[in-house]
């Protein structure tokens, strides 16, 4: 056999290896993830909160070849594609649009999606370390350190988190390629790819992956100097040209995305935030612990308590896999190369900066102009550890599966010792944990030294594997190749132990997916274009995944002059009176308030001779939240008050506690205060619950009645509260004192127990509508419509003294409307008086509404959804002024006469943004042809070296002494 021959099957042999780890990867992903592919479980959290109703409605709108740049469903209306957790550019979730069947997206294609990232994060890291030159096995299990480290499996919940995170390998490869040979068009490359993954869906990890590669790039100019290269100061200046390069043609791809996000940025709740804000979620220096345990404070699991640790599992997770932590050490203690040392640093680094406020390096770099102000959660920097760490595991695999020479053998044998004085250690916890388990085995926290010290024993485990391992390849001469199977084992069986029931619920897609149900059916029947304000008990966008609307939803980006002026106006008007919820959901025009185990009865009760209107809901609570404030009570003689309520989220409330006080004004100015204390006036509805009862911590009141919540059993209890004397009530107050316990008030009764009458009171302005599939509806009293024309008008001159006006009662905004602006402005809103005039939504869609209007008189047009910029307003087909209305709203002047009016969300912004990362791509395209258009010329132009000088020739196509000859076949022979 030639040497051609045997190269080629070299390469055959090589292609076939490395398919062979890219299915050895896809198998340990199915295997992971196979309780969810199997139908066995379902993904929760915010995948069901947030990214499925997201996905569905940007999945649908674009099936319905619109572009979802507005969502009209949450938060009376706010920018959708803006949202960079929203992810509509993203590739991957364009793809999504597929599998959108009947009208609503597949809950399954969405897990399946999610669960292909973490293929993609183990293939990517393939690739990456095969760039750095390491034998197939070490790549392996660089990959699998990596794709299932603590950051990606506790944050897969996160889902576009998680979708960023995956790419920094592939954009790492190609940024260090374009340093490494100077060549431009893997700086393209990589600018592309980190283009495509800032459009994933969260910021986050693409400013880490940014700080990485700004690292590296000062890393690598610091080297050349160093190095007293000949060359250096060109060599540096030509990597800050290519790092340049790289982030003008992600800037070009995501400008799109980036663009809009900037503006949202400003106008969102998280525009203005300090120190304290982005350092909330730091690593405490207890908790470095699980590095090496990593559930030693237990875990998040659905519907248990297990975690016990600071703050929540999911964001205080840094474990990066204990083989992976002893193969880094070895890399560290034997390859002595820049890229080994680059990524120590950096792992260094970023273990530092997880701690936060912990730390004076955190507050050092957030006192510079850096991206960390924009950000929360320090802990978050895990993900640059557990990419830094699969690296150096990666290397470390490498010199262990290497032939071992003397400093490799010397190498291995510290890490031996120092396996066995952790090894050591941990068994000297082990036994404090169990004999503190024992010694507290009555205590009510006893479970928490048992989590500790089964997770510390599993530790001991693992590290005594990684041990044997590294005995028998260092002193019993294993071979490579049984080597880098049992480094895979352990490390699977590692990580599998640690993550394989992480964000794991237990039942099947169509019970978490917001199936519509008759209650949904309902709404969307009734509601029209009216609002519903949603309580606990149902999944906060739900309104987005069907289509109707809520003043409510899920997302840490609101827009944050909504979320002062819904405060605003329902902040009361003078100290010491209550907030007024009934005025806000007035002007926000919600016409139901919808919840979930509440059972209304519809007629009136009678408890100890004591009439009650049980048809009446209303929760107060917790400390700090709408207290309730019922005042124009019937004017009767009374000596005795009557309350039906009951407690939510108070299971762990003491006996005794007082969650509220109830405050009685008399017509005489006389005042009294009653307490409300768990366990005597009221308790926790559900406290016979068989899941409550091993945590309840107070007693049942005197019991109302019982009902069932769903498949929940229930009370309301009654407490009665004595007056000194018979007094005509004023206004009955209930002010919550509890930081965590709401108090649903159900009635009121106004006693005379010389004569046994009683009169009973609703809770509030709302009553009991519907009882659905366990959800409850119930109806307000009044509500702004949707669209409306008024004609009178009062001007505001600022956006706090809109607030102010909206919030007073004397303002019956269906009569006069409030609009902000100058004197000057106030010419261009002529009005007269008109009667029996029509206002009808002809056309709803996300990004456009149309109103036909009949005016007899000059008014004003008002549309009860947000203003932002961006909306336009048209008149008949001509452009008008839109006016900020009511605080946040839309409004148009609307002369006398039958007209059109058209709203349309067309944001310049977006426009021109688009058009850049259009022509980005479109560049990006021809230059990826070039390689392309090379290989063409080399096979089927067939240049080859000119046999003399004199055949090479002036043609274009021929270069350095190539000629083009073109051949004729042979004559056939017959």
């Keep these: 056999m030639n040497d051609c021959s045997h190269t080629k099957i070299q390469q055959r042999g090589g292609f076939a290896l490395t398919v062979s780890c890219l299915f050895v990867i896809a198998a340990l992903t199915v295997a992971f993830f196979w309780p969810v592919i199997a139908g066995q479980r379902v993904f929760w959290g ?27 469903y949450n938060y009376s209306g706010m920018p959708f594609l803006a949202d960079v957790q929203s992810a509509v550019l993203y590739p ?47 790549c392996l299990i660089g990959s699998v350190s990596f794709m299932f480290c603590g950051f990606l499996v506790a944050h ?87 790092f340049a390069l790289m982030m003008l043609v992600t800037l070009g791809v995501a400008a799109a995305q980036i663009a809009p996000m900037a503006e949202l940025a400003l106008h969102s709740i998280r525009a203005e935030e300090g120190f304290d804000f982005a350092t909330s979620y730091s690593l405490p220096p207890r908790q470095l612990i699980t590095l090496l345990i990593p559930k030693f404070f237990g875990m998040t699991v659905p519907g248990e308590r297990d975690y016990w640790g600071e703050d929540n599992f999911t964001e205080m997770c840094v474990y990066v896999g204990i083989l992976p932590i002893v193969l880094a050490a070895i890399a560290l203690l034997y390859r002595k190369d820049r890229m080994t040392r680059f990524f120590g640093l950096l792992a260094l680094f970023s273990l530092l900066m997880a701690l936060g406020k912990h730390t004076p390096l ?27 760490t699969a690296i150096l595991a990666g290397f470390g695999a490498e010199t262990f599966l290497s032939e071992l020479n003397e400093s490799a053998r010397i190498s291995l044998r510290r890490i031996l010792v120092a396996t066995v004085v952790l090894m050591l250690m941990g068994s000297l916890l082990l036994a404090a944990l169990y004999g503190s388990w024992i010694a507290n085995s009555q205590a ?119 979320d002062v002026f819904r405060k605003g106006v329902k ?102 205060r009653f307490p409300i204390r768990a366990g005597i006036e009221s308790s926790e509805w559900a406290c016979d619950y068989r899941d409550n009862l091993p945590y309840m911590k107070h007693l049942p009141a005197r019991v109302a009645w019982e009902h069932v919540r769903g498949d929940i059993p229930a009370k309301t209890f009654i407490a009665e509260f004595d007056l000194p004397e018979l007094e005509y009530i004023r206004s009955l107050h209930i002010v919550p004192q509890d930081s965590k316990a709401v108090i649903n008030v159900h009635s009121f009764s106004l006693i005379d127990s010389q004569s046994g009458q009683s009169v009973p009171i609703g809770a509030g302005g709302i009553r009991f509508d519907q009882t659905l599939n366990d959800i409850t509806i119930l109806r307000t009293r009044s509500a702004l419509p949707r669209a409306l024309l008024v004609h009178e008008v009062e001007w505001a001159q600022s956006f706090e003294d809109s607030i102010e006006k909206v919030r007073e009662q004397a303002y019956d905004l269906r009569e006069k409307v409030i609009l902000e602006g100058s004197s000057d402005q106030q010419e261009d809103v002529p009005l007269g008086a008109g009667v029996g005039e029509l206002v009808q939504v002809s056309v709803y869609r996300p990004n456009e509404v149309v109103i036909r209007v009949e005016a007899h008189a000059a008014g004003v047009l008002v549309l009860n959804d947000v203003l932002y910029p961006g909306w336009r307003a048209y008149l008949d ?98």
Excluded at 54 to 64: C, E, M, S
Excluded at 380 to 385: D, K
């Design 877 to 974: 087909g001509k452009r008008v002024r839109l006016f900020r209305a009511n605080g946040i709203m839309r409004a148009v002047a609307v002369p006398p006469g039958r007209h059109w009016i058209r709203m349309a969300y067309r944001p310049r912004l977006v426009k021109q943004a688009g058009r850049a990362s259009l022509l980005t791509l479109l560049i990006v395209a021809l230059l990826a042809f070039l390689p392309i258009f090379g290989w063409f010329q080399r096979t089927f132009l067939r240049c080859r070296p000119a046999d003399s000088v004199s055949q090479v020739h002036s043609d274009s196509r021929c270069r350095r002494g190539i000629a083009v000859r073109f051949t004729t076949p042979p004559a056939i022979q017959y």
């Design 92 to 138: 991957l979730n364009l793809a999504l649009t597929f599998f959108v069947d009947e009208g609503a997206l597949s809950f399954a294609a969405l897990q399946n999606q999610i669960i292909f990232h973490y293929f993609l994060a183990g293939a990517f890291m393939f690739a990456l370390l095969r760039h750095f030159r390491l034998g197939r096995f070490s």
């Design 46 to 72: 915010d995948i069901v909160l947030q990214d499925y109703p997201w996905r569905h409605f940007a999945a649908t709108q674009i099936r319905q070849g619109d572009i979802p740049l507005w969502n009209p």
């Design 362 to 388: 955190y507050r050092l770099l957030y006192a510079l102009p850096t991206p960390l102000r924009l950000v929360r959660v320090p802990a978050r920097f895990g993900y640059v550890l557990g990419f830094s």
């Design 571 to 672: 902040s009361p008007q003078k100290r010491g009176q209550p907030e007024d919820v009934e005025r806000l959901r007035y002007v926000l025009g919600v016409n139901f308030v919808v919840g979930k185990h509440l059972q209304l009865a519809r007629e009136r009760r009678t408890v100890n001779a004591i009439e009650f209107d049980a048809s009446t809901f209303e929760s107060v609570g917790p400390a700090g939240e709408p207290s309730l404030l019922l005042d124009n009570l019937p004017v009767v003689l009374t000596d005795r008050i009557g309350l039906v309520s009951d407690l939510g989220y108070a299971v762990e409330t003491p006996q005794g506690t007082l969650v509220g006080e109830l405050e009685v004004e008399t017509f005489s100015a006389k005042r009294w």
């Design 156 to 242: 897969l919940g996160h889902v576009g988190m998680s979708n960023v995170a995956v790419w920094i390998p592939l954009v790492f490869l190609f940024f260090h390629k374009s340093l490494t040979e100077r060549h431009w068009l893997s700086a393209v490359w990589a600018g592309f790819f980190y283009g495509i993954c800032i459009m994933g869906g969260h910021s986050q990890p693409a400013l880490y992956m940014l700080a990485t590669m700004s690292l590296y790039v000062l890393w690598s100019v610091l080297a050349s100097i160093m190095e007293q290269r000949p060359n250096r100061l060109s060599h540096s200046f030509s990597q800050i040209g290519l």
């Design 444 to 562: 009510e926290d006893s479970w928490k030294y048992a989590t500790a010290a089964d997770q510390t024993l599993l530790f001991l485990l693992i590290l005594f594997s990684c041990w044997m391992v590294l005995f028998m390849r260092t002193w019993k001469n294993m071979s490579p190749l049984a080597s880098g199977i049992s480094l895979l084992v352990v490390l699977v069986v590692d990580l599998l132990a640690f993550g394989a029931e992480y964000n794991l619920a237990k039942g099947t897609p169509e019970q978490v997916q917001y199936e519509r149900n008759a209650a949904v059916d309902y709404l969307k029947a009734e509601i029209g274009t009216g609002r519903f304000e949603q309580t606990v008990g149902i999944p906060y966008n739900t309104a987005t995944r069907h289509g109707i609307f809520d003043v409510e939803g899920w997302n840490p980006f609101s827009l944050n002059e909504y």
